[in-house]
């Protein structure tokens, strides 16, 4: 073989060779047994657990085994405080499912459960309501939706043992209201200009739209207060959930229930329609507490 040739062999051969013990050393020397990569930070961001306070982005962080809450909080310069009460683990405890939801800055959140307001945590962490208002862009609670995360404004962080905490934690529904029918949300609970009069007024419930006819269940369990046409609401089924807590159907186009009868949570009560005072078929659906009218989605379950 030419000398000049077997040169130029032998050189490709031991840049080969080198590439080789280099990639071999990467894999040994990258991933030690029994120790655990550095986790990467959250890249993947989260619209719809999205906060009204404007200048919060939140994204997500998967933990290891290894992760504390003051490690996590130490590596994205948070507050613990920060991340356990938009974590809704303020029992000590750690993440459930092994992801937490990181904010781009620090806050003491509340996740809102069913049956809880925003006077209620005005109360319970001792803040201004307007504020809580003012720094979440709302008007009240007519602007909420269910697991809403609510930014609290110079709010102490309430642990699950203070009893400010616990007279909250109260106040929640046990097992949320389902929604009653299929379809979008028409018309929210608050100020409205009305379809009919076209003049404005309050809208006590939520309508739901999923066409004429489309199935009703009971949001929760219940007994059968009453069941007829009532002015206005049409074909009209209230149930009483106990404590004072009723929930209503209204504009069906058929009752399937009677006075009386005891209704399990999801059964079957009515069908969709458009009797009394209305210009479509849809649910006109409330929740009222002692006969005054409750925003819906602070029942509903997540």
Known sequence: MDPLLKRVYLALAGLLSLLWLGLVAGLFLGKVPGQALDPSPPMELHPERAISAP????????????????????????????????????DGGRSNDGTLLIPSKDAIFHVLKPGQ??????????????????????????????????????????SREDPRWVRLAALEVPTGFLKPTTGRFADAFGERIHPVTGKKSFHEGLDLAPGR???????????VLSAGIRAGFGRLIVLDHGGGLTSWYAHLDEILVKPKQGIARGELIGKVGKSGRTTGPHLHFEIRQDGVPKNPFLFLAR
């Open 117 to 158: 307001g925003l006077g209620d945590l005005a109360r319970a962490y001792g803040i201004p309501l307007r504020e809580i208002l003012r720094v979440n862009r709302m008007m009240g609670d007519g602007d909420l939706k269910g697991g809403e995360i609510i930014v609290l404004p110079g709010a102490p962080y309430l």
């Open 213 to 223: 006819g489309a199935r009703v269940v009971a949001a929760q369990k219940g007994t």
């Open 55 to 90: 200048g919060f982005v939140l994204s997500t962080y998967r933990t290891t085994p290894q992760d504390t809450f003051e490690g996590i909080a130490t590596k994205f310069q948070l507050k613990v405080e920060t991340l356990r009460s938009l974590n809704d683990v303020n």
